[in-house]
């Protein structure tokens, strides 16, 4: 059975397909559900475009899950942040990072 | 004396039949907080979960320490019967004693019994709750006390703030950006791009908690007013990792820093106003350096939402008594502050000696001078009981006038962008707006036209009252 993972944007309009940085949380049950990766990864909107993908519920910034999943393939993961300031807007702050590079 | 711990407080709630202990095994997974929720909706007990699944047997949660009034009175040293009048008084007379704490040695402290320090830290040793459906991740602080000091004059300051668990070593949480915590790290250690020491507290003695709620002000330090409350001074230990003093008496400390350069999503989540309205991933990552905790130990939690909660209910009295000073210190003549728990501290009612359209004016210009948490505001005359909800809406429907009555104010930077109501954009600014209903009758009428309240207090004369009331059994009744 493909793993699931969870991710929030503000709206679900926000998220986008390809490849991106994404902070994740595991939904494999037990005592570490719920843990946060921030990947490099592919995402797709269809099990089709992404086969061999995992599951990824998306949810919105009020916690609304979006009625259908998306599917997500972790190509690498990063360190546990983002370079930012206190209080500042975590998307914007990935924005920069992939806008760098 | 208060209560040196949440133990010590347990064992007399449990004497007061305001503690059920739950012996069934529990899911940390949304189950302990769909439970807490129901309770708190039912004005239930307190609760002690004692089986966790996925957790050894030991590692507990509870839920709704303080959640109604009758528990913030038993905290208090008063009778739990304690009317909401009496429990603010007392609060209010505490509050009039500063007892600054105590250090003693780590051997003295139960919180020490088990220490993690570095590559050891694992948050994830403690059940910490998935409390609603849709939450970001899982609260491990949400009936805390969050300790940070200014470097530089030692002020150390004592605040609520959520906190998640982001990974094994990692927390997110959303202080507000215009919280004192906010203030400290923003002046002291932003500027030096330094982290900023942090330790958060779970399950001290049920005024330490309640304090850790109240507005005091900026370099006066909570734990001196709980001291004076509790009529003790609070014992204090020194942090492992960083140069911190926390309760020696309580269940878990973890201890961090709040980093200058480094963020990580944190919520959303169903926050005090009673919603989870959007509020994510604009707060503060912090590295987790140590935990130290007691035997068996208790994660406090609180199932947040609509009122009553203990969020809700301690807000009431701490707020009130602070926002109380505050008007008075401005000069305004007033009897009595009340925040209705149902108002989520969003809705405040001041009753006044003297009203009119200037005094309730000059109640607006207190509460938006600096950040503002409230939005509506309520002035009563003082014959109003300002406890009695259903005085306050009589007032309100038959002495508000539509026209003359109402003031507001919108201000920017500095609003609660908790509060439901504000679009996103105006949550992202933190622009907000507040009024004032003056429901007291114009200063400038002549007592001969005001109209009289048709009540049995204020309709008839004292001798017909007193006829009556002594003839009252006479009458038939009971």
């Not at chain 2, 006066?220 to 008496?249: K, M, N, Q």
């Amino acid at each position: 059975m493909a793993k699931q993972w969870q991710t929030f944007v503000g709206k679900f309009r926000d998220m986008r397909e390809g490849e991106i940085k994404i902070f994740i949380k595991d939904l494999t049950p037990g005592p570490r559900k719920y843990d946060t990766k921030f990947v490099r990864a592919i995402v797709k909107r269809s099990k089709e475009s992404l086969p061999d993908g995992d599951i990824l519920y998306i949810r919105s910034e009020s916690g609304l899950k979006s009625p259908e999943p998306w599917y997500i393939k972790i190509i690498e993961e990063l360190p546990e942040y983002v370079p930012g300031k206190p209080w500042e807007d975590v998307f914007q702050a990935i924005e920069k990072i992939e806008n760098i590079i | 004396m208060g209560f040196k711990d949440h133990r010590d407080f347990f064992e007399l709630l449990e004497k007061e039949g305001e503690l059920l202990r739950i012996k069934e095994e529990v899911d940390w997974d949304l189950e302990v907080g769909a439970i807490g929720r129901r309770v708190y909706e039912l004005s239930g007990p307190c609760l002690l979960f004692e089986r966790i699944k996925d957790y050894p047997e030991g590692f507990r949660i509870s839920n709704g320490t303080s959640g109604t009034w009758s528990r913030v009175a038993l905290a208090l040293g008063l009778p739990k019967s304690a009317s909401v009048r009496e429990i603010y008084k007392a609060y209010e007379k505490g509050l009039e004693k500063k007892i600054p704490p105590k250090i003693v040695r780590k051997e003295e402290a139960p919180c020490k019994e088990n220490i993690m320090v570095g590559d050891e830290v694992d948050l994830y040793r403690f059940p910490a709750p998935m409390i609603h459906e849709g939450d970001g991740g899982r609260y491990i602080g949400t009936w805390d006390i969050v300790i940070c000091k200014d470097p530089d004059t030692g002020w150390t300051n004592w605040g609520m703030y959520r906190f998640m668990v982001h990974t094994k070593d990692w927390l997110t949480g959303w202080p507000q950006s215009t919280s004192q915590l906010a203030l400290i790290f923003k002046e002291k250690y932003q500027p030096k791009n330094r982290p900023m020491p942090i330790a958060i507290v779970i399950g001290a003695d049920p005024v330490s908690h309640i304090l850790a709620t109240a507005p005091i002000k900026v370099q006066e330090s909570e734990v001196d007013y709980v001291g004076g409350i509790r009529g003790e001074p609070v014992e204090l230990v020194p942090c492992e990792t960083i140069d911190l003093l926390v309760p020696a008496h309580c269940e878990i400390v973890i201890e961090g820093e709040l980093m200058p350069d480094k963020i990580a999503p944190d919520g959303p989540f169903g926050e005090y106003p009673g919603y989870r309205s959007g509020t994510m991933c604009q707060g503060v990552a912090v590295k987790v350096r140590a935990v130290t905790y007691r035997n068996d130990p208790i994660l406090t939690m609180i199932s947040l939402g609509t009122p009553p909660d203990d969020s809700s209910i301690a807000a009431s009295l701490t707020a009130a008594v602070s926002m109380k000073r505050g008007l008075l210190n401005r000069g305004i003549p007033v009897t009595d502050v009340y925040v209705p728990p149902e108002g989520v501290t969003h809705l405040i009612v001041v009753g006044v000696k003297k009203g009119g359209i200037d005094i309730a004016r000059r109640v607006l210009d207190y509460f938006t001078t600096r950040r503002v948490m409230t939005n509506k505001h309520i002035v009563v005359d003082e014959d109003v009981d300002v406890f009695n909800m259903g005085e306050v809406l009589h007032a309100f429907a038959t002495k508000c006038h539509p026209g003359r009555g109402i003031a507001y104010e919108w201000y920017e930077g500095r609003a609660n962008s908790l509060t439901p109501f504000y679009s996103p954009e105006e949550r992202r600014r933190l622009k907000g707006v507040s009024v004032v209903f003056d429901c007291t009758w114009p200063p400038e009428w002549p007592d001969e036209i005001i109209p009289v309240k048709a009540s049995f207090n204020s309709i008839y004369s004292k001798e017909i009252q007193e006829k009556v009331i002594r003839n009252w059994g006479r009458y038939g009744f009971k």
